[in-house]
Structure formats: C-alpha cells, structure tokens
C-alpha cells in the first residue's frame, strides 16, 4: 500500500464546475505538496503547505494533519486545468512521497 | 518559463549508446534533484544534489552517473541502458535541500532505449 493515496485516479468535469481532489497519508509529515503536471511533462509546483489553507487565484488547498488528509479544489474549472494533480508528502528522514497522481480533464 | 531547462526534451538511443542528460537552474537554489518516472508510476527519487555535493543516491543502477560540476548545472550521464530504462527523467530544484521550499521543476527528457 501507497503512503500517499490520491482520489479519485481520474476526473472529468465540464467547464465551470467545482472539482476536488484528495490526498491521504498514513505518516506523520512536515509538508505537503500539490503539483500539477501537463500532458508535456513539465511540472509545477501549486502549493506547499503544513497547516490550514492556501489559496492561489482558483486554486485552493487544505489540509488536516490529526486527519491525515489534505484537498486540492479548483473553482469555476476551465479546459486550461486539464493535467495531472500530484500529491507530495515531506516526513520523516528527509523523503519525498509522491502519491499516483489524479488525472483532471475539464471538456468546454 | 520554468526556470529549469532541461536538455534535450527527446531522446531515443541504443542500448549501446552513450549519451547525456543536461540541467540547468539560474533561481539560485541550493538543491538540485533527478526524478524518474515511468508509465503509471509515482515519481521515483534517483539523485540529490546540494551545493555540488551529492546527498543521496536512492539505489539507482550504475548505468546512470550524476554529475553537478557547479550550484546551476545538473548532468545525467547514460550508459548501457536497458529498454525498461525508458521514461520521463525531470530534474527539479529547490531553494533548501529536503522539500521544506517548493520545487522547480523542468520539462523533462522524455528517454526511449531501443
């Protein structure tokens, strides 16, 4: 089993809906990342966080440390949002782990 | 415009072949990371780099020979590569070393062995 798990494995939406993604861990962590990587490859970083919330334009991201679980939502989602979200925790011994990653398609 | 460049962005070679992987970060961050990943596959850790030093090889086969000649250019040296060898490689950077700053991701080189 994954330290990090994503859900859904894939989501498809229509333009304009709200959309969450989840992320759940099973140690304790110093921080979480969301990224988002498009159909080319290239990846970027949306948020690093270890406490509450952050917000960045539509995107926002939360998290509950007692409950081990962070969301990804992105409002009045747009076919531009189409990528791949991915979930990374920071715990103990100085590693990365990376969840399998929540395929998005937003359809106009 | 990441910040990172990776060069190239496709490469297909022999399983004879010697080629390299190239990296390049001008954000002044301390750390530089290569990451593999394959077809329905987390993000695997294969090299960490902080100011020139390496810090952590994550058991990756000596067919695969880093290379950090300065704090902004990464090198993935390739040889003898395998057909399951082939997959995204991403280099990454970060301000501080060990994930407490965000990653700066490249492109990618996306690597085929034939």
């Known amino acids: 089993k994954n330290e990090v798990e994503q859900s859904p494995q894939n989501l498809t939406a229509q333009e304009g809906e709200f959309i969450t993604i989840n992320c759940s861990y099973s140690?304790?962590?110093?921080?979480l990342h969301w990224l988002q990587q498009h159909p080319g490859g290239g990846i970027v970083s949306l948020f690093m966080?270890?406490?509450g919330k952050k917000k960045h334009g539509r995107l926002i991201a939360t998290i509950n440390i007692q409950e081990k679980h962070s969301s990804l939502h992105i409002t009045a989602s747009h076919p531009r949002d189409s990528a791949v979200y991915i979930c990374?925790?920071?715990?103990?011994?100085?590693?990365?782990?990376f969840g399998g990653g929540t395929r998005v398609l937003v359809k106009p | 415009e990441t910040g990172v460049t990776q060069t190239p962005r496709h490469l297909v070679m022999g399983m004879t072949n010697k080629k390299s992987l190239k990296c390049e970060q001008h954000?002044?961050?301390?750390?530089m990371y290569w990451y593999k990943q394959s077809a329905k596959k987390p993000l695997e850790l294969m090299f960490v780099?902080?100011?020139?030093?390496?810090?952590e090889n994550n058991s990756v086969p000596s067919r695969f020979s880093p290379e950090c000649p300065n704090s902004s250019h990464l090198f993935l040296h390739l040889h003898t590569l395998q057909p399951e060898d082939s997959a995204l490689y991403l280099c990454?950077?970060?301000?501080?070393?060990?994930?407490?700053?965000?990653?700066?991701f490249g492109n990618g080189t996306r690597l085929t062995v034939t």
């Open positions: 990454a950077s970060s301000q501080v070393l060990f994930y407490n700053s965000p990653l700066h």
């Open positions: 140690v304790g962590i110093s921080a």
């Open positions: 966080l270890s406490s």
């Open positions: 990374a925790v920071k715990a103990a011994g100085n590693k990365l782990t």
């Open positions: 954000l002044g961050h301390n750390a």
């Open positions: 780099y902080s100011l020139e030093e390496r810090v």
